[in-house]
C-alpha cells in the first residue's frame, strides 16, 4: 500500500504500519488540543518526556528507555542542544479512549493509530495507546517531536528520513526492510533512478505529494549520512544551518539547498551514494 495524498506528519494509520503526514497538521497549530483531563494511573519522566500514562509501567518501559536514549543519541550524532521544554506524551489505556479524546480535541484530524500535535513555538505533544506497533511509531513520532524540539521546522524529506531511519531499533535500521532491498536492487541493476534525485526531494512543500517513493528515497539519503562519521558531520552542519535559518522563511520551507551544500562539501556524493549502497551488505548470522 503507497502512503496517500492528504497526509501530513504526525500521524499513524489504525490498521497498517505505515507513518501518515496530513493536512490536518496546520490546523493543529491554529486549534491546539488541551492535556487529557482522565485521571493518570502513572506520571513519569524519560529524558525530556513527560509520560502520562494508563497502562501498566512494565508493558512500555523498554520502549520509554529507548526514547530517552534516542534523544541522547540524537544530540550526540549531530551536535544537537538538548531540549528547552518537556515533550508530553499520553498513553491511553485502550483505542476506544484514545479514539474519543482525539475526536473532542482534534476533530479535523484522521484517526491514527499515533499522533504528533504541536503548538506553534511551544512543545509538542505525542498521543498513542498500546498496540501491535506500538514501539515503532512511538520511535517514528519521538523522532520528529525531539528534532522540532532542538532544530524547529525542517525540510519535510530530512524530518521524514530521520523519523523513517530512527523508528527502527538500532540493529535494524540499516538494513530496514523493504527499503534496503529496494534501494540496493536499484544502485545493483541500474534502474529506476538509482541514485534518488535530492533536488526533486527538496522541491516538495506539500505532504500531500509526499509519495511511498519519496519516504523510501529520504530513508536512502538519511541513512547514507550518518553510516558514515565524516557524512554524518556534514549532515549535522546542515542541521545547525536549518536552526538557525530565518523563521519565517522556515515557515514557507525555504530551507537553505541541501543539494547545494553537499555539492560543495562533497562534490562526489553521487558516485559515494553508489559505492556505499553497492558494498552494503547485511551480516550474516
Known sequence: MQKTANEHFGFRLLQNRLSFLTAAFIALFLFPGTAPAEEWQSEYAYGPFEIYLNVDINLVRKTLEQIADLDRELSARFSLPPCQEKIKLYIFADVKTYMA????????????????????????????????????????????????????????????????????????????????????????????????????????????????????????????MINDPSRQKLLGNYLALCKNADGTEKEQGAFPSFTDFLAQMAPKYKTDYKTYWKELKKPTK
Open 101 to 224: 479524546y482525539i475526536q473532542k480535541e482534534y476533530p479535523g484530524a484522521p484517526m491514527r493509530r499515533a499522533l504528533f500535535a504541536m503548538e506553534k513555538d511551544k512543545p509538542g505533544q505525542i498521543f498513542t495507546f498500546l498496540h501491535e506497533e506500538f514501539d515503532v511509531d512511538l520511535r517514528h513520532e519521538c523522532t520528529h517531536a525531539l528534532l522540532h524540539s532542538k532544530i524547529g521546522r525542517l525540510p519535510i524529506w530530512i524530518d521524514e528520513g530521520l523519523a523513517e531511519y530512527f523508528e527502527a531499533p538500532k540493529g535494524q535500521r540499516v538494513y530496514k526492510e523493504p527499503y534496503f532491498t529496494q534501494i540496493k536492487r536499484n544502485v545493483s541493476y541500474n534502474i529506476f533512478a538509482p541514485v534518488p534525485d535530492l533536488k526533486k526531494l527538496e522541491s516538495i512543500k506539500k505532504m500531500g505529494d509526499f509519495l511511498e517513493v519519496h519516504y523510501r528515497n529520504s530513508w536512502s539519503w538519511m541513512n547514507f
